[in-house]
Structure formats: structure tokens, C-alpha cells
């Protein structure tokens, strides 16, 4: 640790790799919700937030978790499941009357046709509009769960999807 008196510890959310305040500062000045997509090995949690002076204020979300109660059987740490989390999220934000928002992924690595762009599909499916490039989303195929060889994800997804988006 350095014992200069002009040594300045930077936050600790920063020390600890969690929070990039730069790219932060430059969504909270946007003035629009920030579509948070966080990932896990098993889970994608999908939230719009909005910024308040006191602390940031979840204006709708939803969970890959929450799937299961809609009929979904298959493991939720998937592309599908992470697509069909942002289109309930979406659902959820048009019922709050949020038209528009900002993507926010954190600290991922943006890869093309990742579960995190799979959710951002899932939020522009449902209504919302969010800027993006067409060239990061994944593909039709990849969505519905082509590529995971197995035809019992591909029926289920079709009948969630069709569960959310009938209400």
C-alpha cells in the first residue's frame, strides 16, 4: 500500500472488479432505464432498472428460474432460456409503460450470439427498444435450442414462448 499522502483508493467496488463507474456514469446520463443482464452457470437474471438519487430502483425483471412455472423443464443456464427470461422481462417493462432502455452487461466480455445477447433478443422481441447492433444477436436456430440436439427443448420453448406472450 502506497503512503503517499496524495495515494487515492479507488472505490471498492472497483478494487474488487465489480463495478466499472466510467461506463456507469456514461448509462445513468442516458436518462433512460438500464436493461441489466447478469449470467450464471445456471441462471440469467434480466432487470430494468431506473436511477434515483437514494439508490437504483428495479422497474421490472424476471429470472430464467421463474421458467419452470410457466412449463419450462429443461436447464435454465441455456441460450433458449436466457431468450425466453428477457422476453418475460420485456413483457413485464411494457406492463410498466417502459418503452426504450440501455443495455448494461457489467464486467461480461461481449461475445456474439451469447446468453446475454440472447436476453437483449428476448426485451426487443417483447417491445422494448433498446440500441443494438443486428450483427451480435444469435441466430433463429440458436434461440429456439438447435443447437442443443434435443427436440423436447425446442416444443417446450415454443409453448413458453406462446405463454408469455398471450399473458
Known sequence: MATDPRHRVPFR??????????????????GKPRLVVR????????QLVGYEEAGDRVLASSTTAQLGGLGWKAPTGNTPAAYLAGLLAGRNASRA?????VLDIGLIRPSRGSKVFAALKG???AGVQVPHSDGVLPSEE??????LNKPEVARQFEEVRRRILSG
Do not use: M, P, Q
Open 13 to 30: 467496488r472497483r478494487r474488487e472488479g465489480k463495478t466499472d463507474y466510467r461506463a456507469r456514469l456514461r448509462l445513468v446520463r442516458s
Open 39 to 46: 449470467r450464471s452457470l445456471r441462471h440469467t437474471v434480466v
Open 97 to 101: 409503460n417502459i418503452t426504450e432502455a
Open 123 to 125: 426485451v426487443i422481441d
Open 142 to 147: 440458436r434461440v429456439r435450442g438447435g443447437h
